[in-house]
């Protein structure tokens, strides 16, 4: 539209109007429409759906005119985001004739956003789940299963004079030989127990 807008501009605003009007300044799905300015910044045309945010879009044609050729901005507005992209039209000699505004519905990014977040959440939550489900798997598999078993042979021990060797897959060579240690000194006092019970009979 930049061309036909541009040559519009040279006519007086009410013909420029009608003429910019023609170009079907209305737009299509996420596309609002387009909305176009004069130099000092009065609204000459726009689509029907544009014209309810001419206030909220005046700061990005004002940027547009007073220097940036192409200036960007995106607003909340009725609960509606918008993009606005405000491009200055100059004539040959780079005087500013006014300025061309193309305005989009990009609440639909907003609502993909939203739904990224809810999916990350969800993500997050179920690595927080695994994660502790296989701790739990791992503390009973390396730490909790085989001290129940040492604390089971130490039973067998006291109370029924196990003879068999401490359980296997202790947590540590350290605590594995203290063990076998432990269960050799219950022993030997056992025995000397034994002994002087039946040599003071």
Excluded: C
């Excluded at 300025?99 to 690595?127: K, M, P």
């Amino acid at each position: 539209l930049k061309d036909q807008v541009l040559e519009a501009l040279r006519q007086p605003d009410e013909q420029a109007a009608k003429i910019i009007l023609a170009a079907h300044l209305g737009g299509h799905r996420r596309l609002i429409g387009f909305a176009v300015f004069s130099a000092d910044g009065r609204r000459i045309a726009a689509g029907k759906d544009v014209i309810e945010f001419t206030e909220t879009i005046a700061p990005v044609v004002q940027q547009s005119l007073a220097g940036n050729p192409e200036t960007v901005s995106t607003f909340k507005d009725r609960n509606t985001s918008i993009h606005a992209m405000a491009t200055r039209l100059t004539d040959e000699s780079g005087t500013p004739k006014g300025a061309l505004v193309a305005v989009h519905d990009i609440s639909h990014l907003d609502e993909r956003a939203a739904n990224r977040q809810l999916q990350f959440t969800f993500g997050i939550i179920l690595v927080f789940f695994l994660l502790m489900t296989m701790v739990v798997t791992i503390n009973r598999t390396a730490y909790e299963r085989p001290l129940n078993n040492l604390a089971e042979w130490m039973r067998r021990l006291r109370t029924e004079n196990a003879p068999e060797a401490p359980p296997r897959g202790l947590p540590g060579a350290l605590l594995a030989g203290e063990t076998e240690r432990l269960a050799a000194s219950f022993r030997a006092a056992k025995s000397t127990v034994a002994a002087e019970s039946r040599n003071t009979m």
